[in-house]
């Protein structure tokens, strides 16, 4: 008897179903603790009066997430509090040891509710959104790698940088409205710093032009003067950052990544070099040309009129 595609597909579909449940089982309490605050935090904020039909979506999301984790909604007037605290500069914040590929998978799993919460343009529920994601990254849970696939792929299929959740990250964060706002621009660029900083770092190229057009922005049009003041620090340390891993890194591997994104740090760098008020040229200076030869300058003398 010979299987139909279908019949193929649904037993396809099926094994990965019996796979999440799996590693639902397997992971550690502090993971699915971490997550199921984060996930009611924002449904707590995304149940505000005003608005409360137009994130009726939201709401749905988090509660379809969170039944998936096997959890329950956290209620009560009880505050919904962290370990960690991310108004901290990145300098002086204490990262947990990273848990792994697991977890950033399945943090990166429940990524709907908080992409939908930045795209709602409602601040209250933008900075939820900003303060609970930069909680997880600080926890050691999220690093956004994966793509937010509710299902796990072959083990020899990789996410393409395009599809991974850093990417729409820091796209939405960056050119959705939410560093225009003064209230929410310092959490924004405290996210978009621990997503640069953290180890492993999947902010390269595209994205990491994007971080520092992001806190330059802020440092140049923002009315707070403290939030100025911490862009354009945060701009120094992602630069920093991202030059130090360059020099840590092999020749060859040095190499090519010079290579791979010399336009993208030669802005980064420009762009640092005018917050700072010294120049930085990308290019060296050309060199002198050579004085000419006993017998080129006797030669010159003969011909010349």
């Not at 019996?18 to 009611?40: I, N, R, Y």
């Not at 924002?42 to 096997?70: M, P, T, V």
């Not at 600080?138 to 690093?143: D, E, T």
């Not at 209230?183 to 032009?209: F, N, R, Y």
């Amino acid at each position: 008897v010979f299987e139909t595609d279908s019949a193929r597909v649904v037993k396809a579909n099926a094994d990965k179903a019996e796979m999440t449940s799996q590693s639902v089982s397997d992971a550690p309490p502090e993971l699915d603790s971490s997550l199921q605050k984060a996930l009611s935090l924002l449904h707590r904020n995304a149940s505000d009066k005003k608005k409360f039909k137009e994130l009726a979506s939201i709401r749905s999301s988090c509660e379809a997430h969170l039944a998936k984790l096997g959890k329950e909604i956290i209620a009560g007037p009880g505050e919904i509090v962290f370990e960690t605290d991310s108004a901290l500069p990145a300098s002086e914040t204490t990262y947990k040891p990273w848990l792994g590929e697991q977890a950033d998978r399945r943090a990166c799993q429940i990524f709907e509710p908080f992409k939908l919460a930045l795209e709602s343009k409602f601040p209250p529920l933008v900075e939820c959104a900003l303060y609970t994601i930069s909680q997880l990254v600080i926890l050691g849970i999220f690093r956004g790698g994966y793509s937010s696939n509710p299902l796990p792929q072959e083990p020899d299929v990789n996410d393409s940088k395009e599809d991974i959740v850093t990417t729409q990250l820091v796209e939405l964060v960056s050119t959705n409205g939410c560093v225009a706002d003064c209230k929410i621009q310092l959490q924004a660029i405290h996210l978009l710093e621990h997503l640069t900083i953290v180890e492993p770092c999947h902010v390269a190229g595209a994205s990491l032009l994007v971080c520092v057009r992001a806190c330059s922005n802020v440092f140049l049009g923002s009315s707070s003067t403290s939030n100025q003041a911490y862009a354009r620090e945060a701009l120094t340390r992602i630069v920093t950052t991202v030059m130090r891993r360059l020099e840590s890194s092999s020749p060859s591997s040095a190499d090519a990544a010079h290579a791979a994104n010399a336009a993208d740090h030669s802005d980064a760098l420009s762009v640092t070099g005018s917050l700072s008020g010294d120049s930085h040229p990308s290019d060296p200076p050309p060199a002198p040309f050579p004085a000419p030869s006993a017998a080129e300058a006797s030669h010159h003398a003969a011909t010349s009129p």
